[in-house]
């Protein structure tokens, strides 16, 4: 009976050994499944937030690619800036010297008095553009040319009505890198003057007389001293004089224009020229149908 004791109390002492050591291997087994568990679950949790973020930042570009398109750097843009104060445009230089041409009409006021000064110094006084000289260097203003369409101005005709036909007209203005407020009236106690931006396209017409596209932008005419075909667009002078007019269409040959109003020797009177019709050939106004003839015969 003894032995029998002895044996169940092995039994128990095996049995219970056995199942420490199975409590022990389920422990470690249950250790590794968690943290093998929780490194996956954490691993995943980064993925997907990774995920989100690099699918929203390309969300992002593509709505500000949208909403801002790219602008051309040589380009003069306005921007305007919104504030509590009124907008302010800011004009973006471009890298060409920037050239424009403007449009001005001149009215007298009761009680005009006739300037001392040319035209372009009246209007660089009224529009207060800053202009330089010096002993050495002539005049240097940002006004290039001035010139006008014969066909609504005739700035050296007779005073019409008590009013002066140059300061009554409209003149265009070419203005090199320096920028006019349009759509206002500049005036002193003789003279109003308004400034407008008109056609760019006319520009090539302004800065050549002889620049046309077609045949009707052509006409026979005087340009000061010359006759010949031009435009329609003169540039103007103050001050100018002719001897014998020239025709500018034909040259003698020292190269010189061939003037005419005076005794041609060759001719045995003195003479006249004539043109009966005005022809664009290659982007330039050419008389056509030349006569020369003697004066009163």
């Not at 919104?82 to 001149?106: A, F, H, Q, R, W």
């Not at 109003?261 to 050939?281: H, L, P």
Request: glycine residues 4%; hydrophobic residues 35%; aromatic residues 10%.
């Amino acid at each position: 009976m003894g032995n029998q004791i002895s044996d169940s109390d092995q039994n128990i002492q095996s049995s219970s050994r056995d199942l420490t050591d199975s409590t022990s291997i389920i422990q470690k087994k249950s250790k590794v499944n968690f943290w093998m568990i929780s490194t996956i679950v954490l691993l995943l949790l980064v993925l997907s937030i990774s995920a989100i973020f690099y699918l929203t930042m390309i969300q992002s570009n593509k709505l500000r690619s949208v909403l801002l398109p790219s602008v051309p750097a040589d380009k003069n843009i306005a921007i305007t800036t919104p504030t509590s104060t009124p907008s302010v445009s800011i004009k973006i230089p471009s890298n060409e010297m920037d050239t424009v041409l403007y449009k001005v009409k001149l009215s007298q006021k009761a009680g005009f008095i006739k300037p001392q000064e040319n035209l372009q110094e009246v209007i660089e006084k009224l529009i207060n553009i800053p202009t330089t000289q010096t002993v050495n260097n002539p005049k240097q203003t940002p006004i290039k040319l001035i010139a006008f369409d014969i066909r609504e101005t005739e700035p050296f005709a007779a005073d019409l009505d008590g009013k002066s036909r140059k300061w009554n007209a409209s003149y265009y203005m070419l203005v090199e890198n320096y920028k006019i407020d349009v759509g206002r009236i500049y005036e002193d106690e003789n003279l109003a003057l308004e400034v407008t931006r008109t056609d760019q396209a006319l520009t090539p017409y302004i800065k050549d007389n002889d620049f046309c596209k077609v045949d009707s932008e052509c006409t026979v005419r005087f340009n000061y001293c010359s006759y010949g075909s031009y435009n329609y667009y003169q540039s103007f002078a103050d001050v100018w004089g002719c001897g014998p007019p020239s025709d500018s269409e034909t040259k003698n040959e020292d190269g010189s224009y061939y003037n005419f109003g005076f005794f041609d020797e060759k001719m045995g009177c003195e003479t006249d020229v004539k043109y009966s019709a005005s022809r664009c050939i290659n982007n330039q106004c050419v008389g056509q149908n030349r006569v020369v003839s003697c004066v009163g015969k």
